[in-house]
């Protein structure tokens, strides 16, 4: 399978087989008909009340609606902007700081900040979608334009909105269909949050190819006796998910290839991926592909891939993060100068999925991207090093960032937000590891004179504070009380002795 156009891709599927199932809900399923029709509708709206082609947010969860908008954007030569619904209110009032948009589509009740932006809700869409199908000029995204925005964690607290073209997710859902053996009308788990771009690893993929999205809501997810109720029943061929949220289905002891036949492929990304969590799935599933993929969200998911099996286990300490995909190319930096093969370095990526940089921030983009022999390149920050044979290996990180249940977290984002909850005088969070992956977020913290006579008293009361200001996943799990920090010779707090501490070699 090769698509040249994400758009028409998806199109052909609603245009020859409109009955088609593309997203198996719950309670209600949809076809590509469907998806076509509403989208047209809702493309047609955008055309006619928008007057720019800034980007259109588009915010809920993992409903369909979500699709429908996504595709409308697209269609109309716009970016879109997927925020979750669970987002706090601050963090989405400075997305929308950032990107200027002209709408928000709001699938989910609103929860944001109050705001001037326009914005239409579910109930207007419904009412677009029993209207008569208008035409209008269709303006498909395509090329070097921006096709999706996804916002992440920044040093300054400040989210950062990576540009990702319609040029790059080609070459990614190109790679992603063949390199991984997928064909036309595949099951795929559709988990992640649309925010989050793992998600975009299903969507698009299983959209091109007339697939199914399966999705699984985070009432489910977080509910272990309904996961595990759920998990048999889905009929899943493709799950996608970060290897956090595999350990708790492994908990589950009927989570198997005889209880779950339908399940043919395993793609993990987001974050490392552990030997014994990847060993007990190859025990349960011996008849399946695993994959483990490696990329930051700036070079569009993706860039590696390994199929891991005993073999592989056995011969490395930590699993590869795989070969390069054929149109990219990846090298080392140490600083300023590139490193010879073999030598552990910065991973800096080159090639067709390397974003054009971060949506009005210059500074930013400055910083981490630059062009290499004519060809956009990013510094990853993540160290690694590649073998003679192209295996890519890693490290770890290079700097304070960190992965934590697949999300990518700026310790210094959850600093710069501690700081400003009232308790608190002064904060810094450290990862803790096991198995070379981040298990838990610690937070040391100066507190600020208060009334509080237990500690369990005043750690609920930070908890409450900072759950308005930072996602759920950025609140550290444990909170530890000093007089003062510690501090380097240059006066700076000692970030690195604290994780030194907490990680005892």
């Known amino acids: 399978m090769n698509v040249t156009n994400i758009v028409q891709g998806i199109e052909h ?28 509708k809702l493309a047609a709206y955008l055309e006619r009340t928008l007057k720019s082609k800034a980007p259109v947010v588009v915010y809920g969860e993992l409903e369909f609606d979500m699709l429908v908008a996504f595709l409308a954007a697209s269609k109309t030569g716009r970016p879109y902007i997927p ?40 109930s207007t869409l419904i009412k677009l979608y029993n209207e008569q199908a208008e035409l209008y000029e269709q303006q498909i995204v395509k090329q070097d334009e921006t096709y999706y925005i996804i916002f992440t964690s920044g040093t300054t607290g400040v989210p950062k909105g990576v540009q990702i073209s319609h040029k790059n997710l080609v070459s990614f859902v190109n790679w992603e269909l063949n390199d991984f053996h997928l064909r036309e009308g595949m099951h795929f788990l559709s ?44 009929d899943l061929n493709v799950w996608i998910s970060t290897p956090s949220f595999m350990k708790i289905c492994l908990m589950e002891p009927t989570f198997d290839g005889e209880h779950v036949p339908s399940l043919e492929r395993f793609l993990f990304c987001g974050e490392e991926l552990p030997k014994k969590t990847v060993a007990e799935l190859l025990k ?59 030598q552990v370095g910065e991973i800096v990526i080159s090639g067709p999925s390397v974003s054009k940089g971060y949506l009005n921030n210059p500074e930013k983009t400055k910083a981490a991207f630059f062009t290499h022999n004519g060809v956009s390149a990013y510094r990853t920050g993540d160290s690694g090093s ?92 444990r909170f530890v009380y000093v007089d003062q920090l510690p501090q380097t010779p240059n006066g700076k707090i000692d970030r690195k002795g604290l994780i030194n501490e907490v990680n005892p070699s």
């Open 13 to 40: 599927w609603g245009q020859t087989e409109p009955e088609r199932i593309a997203y198996r809900g719950e309670q209600v399923s949809y076809t590509y008909g469907q998806l076509i029709d509403w989208s047209n």
């Open 83 to 122: 925020i979750e619904s669970t987002t706090p209110e601050e963090r989405v009032e400075l997305i929308l700081s950032v990107a200027n948009p002209e709408l928000i589509i709001s699938v989910a009740d609103w929860m944001g900040p109050d705001t001037e932006v326009s914005m239409i809700d579910r």
């Open 191 to 234: 988990q992640a949050p649309y925010s989050f771009d793992l998600s975009v690893m299903g969507i698009y993929p299983a959209l091109t190819s007339g697939g199914c999205l399966v999705p699984l809501e985070k009432a489910v997810i977080n509910d272990f006796k309904a996961l595990f109720t759920t998990l048999p029943q889905l």
């Open 284 to 342: 349960r599933f011996p008849n399946a592909e695993i994959y483990n993929t490696y990329g930051p969200t700036e070079a569009t998911v993706a860039i590696s891939s390994i199929q891991v099996t005993k073999e592989l286990l056995e011969k490395y300490d930590r699993v590869p993060i795989g070969y390069v995909k054929e149109d990219t190319t990846v090298f080392f930096m140490d600083a300023e100068t590139i490193l010879e093969d073999g």
């Open 386 to 477: 590649i073998t003679e044979e192209g295996l890519l290996l890693y490290e770890g990180r290079i700097d304070f960032q960190v992965k934590f249940h697949g999300y990518r977290i700026e310790l210094e984002d959850i600093d710069h937000h501690l700081s400003k909850v009232p308790l608190v005088k002064q904060a810094v969070v450290v990862p803790r590891y096991q198995e070379n992956k981040v298990e838990q977020l610690i937070a040391y913290v100066v507190p600020e004179e208060n009334s509080f006579e237990k500690e369990f008293q005043l750690t609920k009361a930070i908890k409450e504070s900072l759950n308005k200001l930072v996602m759920d996943y950025m609140i550290p799990q």
